[in-house]
């Protein structure tokens, strides 16, 4: 198993651009998630999907977007990127929706400049 | 969970010692505590959890232990090594909750 798979692995985005993050895991986990990572911060989420079909807000969704078509696919979208948007994403992946063990992937590093 | 604070944010043992990490948290319905190491420039990964029907919970020089009635839980490494340098965070559920919330992370430092 590969388990979850983020690319890129970097990007850089000028303001006003788009782009896709994609995220997809092969371990036929229902609950996926996306947390951005601020230095000093810790993690915080930005959108989940309790399984294909469906996905809700997290903590941070203002300028990002997603969609669950399928169980291993879940991609995050990010529209006209703005500074604040500069972070580490990380996709990550559960079998239990309460809250069990995550499987992280490698995480996207984003600049937005 | 609504808020999880932790402390301390950086954390200095000698190759050895003990290592005590504590989160408090907010929401007494809370139902699930892990603990995630965080090498640095790698991904988060679960280093042990525990539920809310456990007080304690050991793997070997590692364990967490839950006080439901203060609200907090501590993360405890015994016997520290250099390859134990990280950034810990904890999180807790909430109550029915598909969202973890963080704390800010611990960077713990182990002095050869």
Known sequence: ??????TPKFRILKIGQSMTLQCTQDMNHNYMYWYRQDPGMGLKLIYYSVGAG?????EVPNGYN??????????LRLELAAPSQTSVYFCASSYEGDGGP???????????? | GENVEQHPSTLSVQEGDSAVIKCTYSDS?????????????KRPQLIIDIRS??????????????????????LHITETQPEDSAV?????????SYQLTFGKGTKLSVIP
């Open chain 1, 1 to 6: 198993n590969a388990g979850v798979t983020q």
């Open chain 1, 54 to 58: 469906i996905t809700d807000k997290g």
């Open chain 1, 66 to 75: 997603v969609s669950r078509s399928t169980t291993e696919d879940f991609p």
């Open chain 1, 102 to 113: 995550l499987h992280f992937g490698n995480g996207t590093r984003l600049t937005v400049t």
């Open chain 2, 29 to 41: 319905a809370s139902n699930y505590f892990p603990w995630y190491k965080q090498e640095l420039g």
């Open chain 2, 53 to 74: 029907n456990v007080g304690e919970k050991k793997d070997q020089r590692i364990a967490v232990t839950l006080n439901k009635t203060a609200k907090h839980f501590s």
């Open chain 2, 88 to 96: 810990y965070f904890c999180a807790d559920s909430g109550a029915g």
